[in-house]
């Protein structure tokens, strides 16, 4: 590990730091004293090739190929334990999450991800919710005594997607496929 | 009291049991839920905000605004629903930029998103005052004779500054309606340890984390007749992988997971056969068999 991070001064991305910091919820990127709380009470911090302060060190430093094509930006159990205790205030878990999107953006989505966006984006659930699928639902919610269930439109979620242009990136990465 | 009912997507497709539990729980105490036609998913706050947040924000801030019209705060019986909605509307909150920035996508289909109603999770609502005392009016069958570990999950309590919902390192809501209900709650080491739902990556994390934990329920002196969760992926998640985890390893694990709602529908009187409390792979069968004698 060490070694991958020996890098030279010119080779590091300066602007990263505010590339991230500048979005919605970031902003505390820059308050990291790298204490080292945010890892030690990490729910799986035994797992990840770089952990929650190496993370935000890295991000500072410029080292952004590291860190988008690290495995830790994607093994996260979303606890939020690391921005709670925080000393700083850093929101790591809202970082984490915007790194993950840069590096979709690069086109890097394992398919944990991805597979659910696209069951959203045809169904407006999570879940699959059309034709046989469908069916069973309504009928076993009946039998239960519950209402119906009336979903969105489709075209509203479709829309969103499209404005918001995430549409683009399932098109661009072809995670669709 | 009426509120916009929230329903999400893995209770009412996936484990309606749940729902139906909600629902006679509010109707005996005069709880009104209005259903919220055209609500999306959250959507869930693991996948849609890791590509793209402005895409979670639209939904989440969509489905927001259907409430509103309503005139109504929104109830969530989820703890994955409840994190998406209060995290968007605490974040719009704080950035009328982004807001602005977000309607404009929402007005081109006719939404607006003001930002003038709360969003709730049940447990919030069950542990103010009046209805606990409510609850304690309602009582029909006490809890006296049972324990229960509670767990909160992760959504609910943090982060706090968001969630602003109750200690993040020491809760004590679940616990103080369990008690109202007669029931005893116990204090344990992994008490706040996260149940691994959302660690997609890597099953085995998740598989970890619920054997520890009910490793250590198993190894207590006291016998505990539930684990207590309110959410559904806390529920499927330990119901799920105690099964698998017991097959794996020969270990007994025979402690059953409930949905709040469900143990409060059987203190508050509902009838056991309609609660379909056996639609689960560990079967509580010795809790009904205590409840019922
Ligand atoms: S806890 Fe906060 S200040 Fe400490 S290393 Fe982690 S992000 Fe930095
Ligand atoms: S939210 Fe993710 S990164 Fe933060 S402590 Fe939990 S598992 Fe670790």
Redesign the interface.
């Known amino acids: 590990m060490s070694q991958r991070l020996r890098k030279q001064a010119v080779e590091l991305d300066k602007n990263f730091r505010y590339e991230i910091s500048q979005?919605?919820?970031a902003k505390s990127l820059l308050k990291c004293i790298q204490c080292g709380v945010c890892s030690s009470g990490c729910?799986?911090t035994e797992?990840v090739d770089l952990q929650p302060h190496r993370i935000v060190a890295s991000c500072l430093l410029g080292l952004k190929e590291e860190v988008l094509s690290s495995?830790a930006i994607?093994?996260?159990?979303?606890?939020?334990?690391c921005?709670?205790r925080c000393p700083k205030?850093v929101?790591y878990?809202f970082i984490l999450?915007?790194l993950?999107?840069m590096a979709?953006q690069e086109g890097r989505?394992?398919k944990?991800?991805?597979?659910?966006?696209i069951t959203?984006l045809e169904n407006?659930?999570?879940?699959p919710?059309s034709e046989g699928m469908k069916k069973n639902?309504d009928k076993?919610?009946a039998r239960?005594?519950?209402?119906e269930?009336?979903?969105?439109?489709q075209n509203?979620?479709e829309?969103?997607?499209e404005?918001?242009?995430?549409k683009e990136?399932i098109k661009k990465t072809e995670v669709g496929k | 009291m009426d509120f916009a009912f929230f329903l999400g997507c893995t209770i009412p497709l996936k484990q309606p049991n749940l729902e139906k539990a909600f629902r006679d729980v509010c109707s005996i105490l005069g709880i009104n839920l209005k259903e919220m036609a055209g609500a999306s998913c959250c959507p869930e706050p693991v996948s849609l905000q890791s590509l793209n947040i402005d895409t979670w924000l639209t939904l989440g801030a969509r489905n927001l605004a259907i409430a509103e019209k309503m005139g109504m705060d929104v109830m969530t019986i989820c703890s994955g629903c409840y994190e998406t909605l209060k995290t968007v509307s605490v974040l719009l909150g704080e950035d009328p930029g982004h807001k602005a920035k977000i309607n404009d996508i929402l007005k081109k289909i006719k939404y607006e998103y003001r930002g003038d109603i709360n969003v709730l999770h049940m447990v919030e609502l069950f542990s103010q005052p009046q209805w606990l005392d409510k609850i304690k009016q309602s009582l029909v069958k006490p809890l006296d004779d049972f324990t229960f570990a509670v767990h909160y999950g992760c959504h609910l309590i943090r982060p706090s500054k968001i969630m602003r919902f109750d200690h993040p390192e020491k809760p004590e809501r679940i616990d103080t309606i369990l008690k109202t209900l007669g029931a005893r709650t116990i204090n344990f080491a992994t008490k706040l340890e996260c149940c691994g739902y959302c660690a997609r990556l890597q099953d085995e994390i998740g598989e970890k984390l619920v054997e520890d934990k009910m490793t250590e329920l198993c190894e207590l002196e006291e016998d505990v007749d539930a684990l207590i969760a309110v959410c559904p992926a806390c529920v499927s998640q330990y119901d799920r992988k105690e099964k698998l985890i017991a097959r794996r390893t020969g270990k007994e694990m025979n402690i059953p997971v409930l949905y709040l709602p469900e143990i409060m529908a059987v203190a508050l009187g509902v009838a056991l056969e309609d609660l379909n409390l056996t639609q689960r792979s560990v079967k509580p069968d010795k809790l009904i068999e205590k409840l019922t004698t």
């Open positions: 979005k919605i919820g729910t799986v797992y495995q994607w093994t996260c159990s979303l606890c939020h334990r921005t709670e205030n929101d878990s999450a915007l993950r999107s979709a989505i394992p944990e991800y991805s597979s659910s966006v959203i407006g659930f999570v879940i919710y639902i076993r919610r239960l005594g519950l209402p269930i009336s979903g969105p439109n509203e979620i829309f969103i997607y404005e918001t242009g995430l990136l």
